[in-house]
Nanobody
């Protein structure tokens, strides 16, 4: 089993920045791929970003150029730096992990409890 715990969410004004962190424990060393999804009220869960252990990344078009995903494997931690936040970025952000590269929620088996990010206009 793998446990994921997110932190760093909060309320910011549009245009501001936040940095999310996700600490993995348990069989964390087996999680070759880690990433982030988000879920806004009334919308489906949405892929945000993913990173492999070798540093390969992918981003949703809606966040490219504004968000950066990174990881520190010696700390079993993945980060999401979010800049130029927009009200449309408001959602609960979930850390995810798995052994296969995917941008589909159902193919990533491990999820954190989520952290709220709110960007006010």
């Amino acid at each position: 089993q793998v446990q994921l715990v997110e932190s760093g969410g909060g309320l910011v004004q549009a245009g501001g920045s936040l940095r999310l962190s996700c600490a993995a424990s348990g069989r964390a060393n087996s999680m070759y791929y880690m990433g982030w999804f988000r879920h806004a009220p009334g919308k489906e869960r949405e892929f945000v970003a993913i990173i492999s252990r070798t540093g390969g990344t992918a981003y949703a078009d809606s966040v490219k150029g504004r968000f950066t995903i990174s990881r520190e494997d010696d700390k079993n931690t993945v980060y999401l730096q979010m800049n130029s936040l927009k009200p449309a970025d408001t959602a609960v952000y979930y850390c995810v992990a798995g052994t296969h590269w995917s941008t589909l929620a159902h193919e990533l088996p491990y999820w954190g409890q989520g952290t709220q990010v709110t960007a006010s206009s």
